[in-house]
């Protein structure tokens, strides 16, 4: 059982460039989401979905597309990578609903150019 | 928007109790507080949550305020691998669907 895990672990783009971050769980949670972390900042959601086909935004999604096609992955692209976007990528899943506790991967630390 | 405040920061003698505090006036009367930590750089770990009755698990105590206005995480007998940002959060219901909101929290160092 791995939990969360989170590809790659580093990241350096030049502006512009797109890449995704995948995310991926094995514990059949249906709660998956997406947060950023900058320097000296608490956690902000950009994503997030609640099963299989359905996504939704969070508080900052702009930048930002998601898909959740299995109930095992839900990987964040970046279309057009700009320096604000330069932070910590977590993502974390959970059994149902934001009720039950959340599992957080490892992160990926992305630096923009 | 975080509905919670919290302190900074916070020290706490190693095998001293830790008691973190948490304002959370403006919650919802069916709203969950929730405690997370951050160690260094890695990612979140859940710690307790509770509605309004006080809970504890292998981890920590939650005391939460009759009035639900304010909580206190107690971690009875700090050890240094308990230095960490410490998050307290209300679950927001206000949107389509309930979400929890990260503030900055408390940063907890604990010293020999």
């Known amino acids: 059982n791995a939990g969360v895990t989170q590809t790659p672990k580093f990241q350096v783009l030049k502006t512009g460039q797109s890449m995704t971050l995948q995310c991926a769980q094995d514990m059949n949670h249906e709660y998956m989401s997406w947060y950023r972390q900058d320097p000296g900042m608490g956690l902000r959601l950009i994503h997030y979905s609640v099963g299989a086909g359905i996504t939704d935004q969070g508080e900052v999604p702009n930048g930002y597309n998601v898909s959740r096609s299995t109930t095992e992955d839900f990987p964040l692209r970046l279309l057009s990578a700009a320096p604000s976007q330069t932070s910590v990528y977590f993502c974390a899943s959970g059994w149902r609903g934001w009720s039950d506790t959340q599992y957080f991967g490892p992160g990926t630390r992305l630096t923009v150019l | ?112």
């Not at chain 2, 928007?1 to 706490?12: E, G, N």
């Not at chain 2, 890695?42 to 939460?64: D, R």
């Not at chain 2, 107690?74 to 307290?88: E, G, M, N, Q, S």
């Open chain 2, 1 to 112: 928007d975080a509905k919670t405040t919290q302190p900074p920061s916070m020290d706490c003698a190693e095998g001293r109790a830790a008691n973190l505090p948490c304002n959370h006036s403006t919650i919802s009367g069916n709203e969950y507080v929730y405690w997370y930590r951050q160690i260094h750089s890695q990612g979140p770990q859940y710690i307790i949550h509770g509605l309004k009755n006080n809970e504890t698990n292998e981890m920590a105590s939650l005391i939460i305020t009759e009035d639900r206005k304010s909580s206190t995480l107690i971690l009875p007998h700090a050890t240094l691998r308990d230095t960490a940002v410490y998050y307290c959060i209300a679950e927001d219901n206000t949107g389509t669907a309930s979400k929890l909101t990260f503030g900055t929290g408390t940063r907890l160092q604990v010293t020999l």
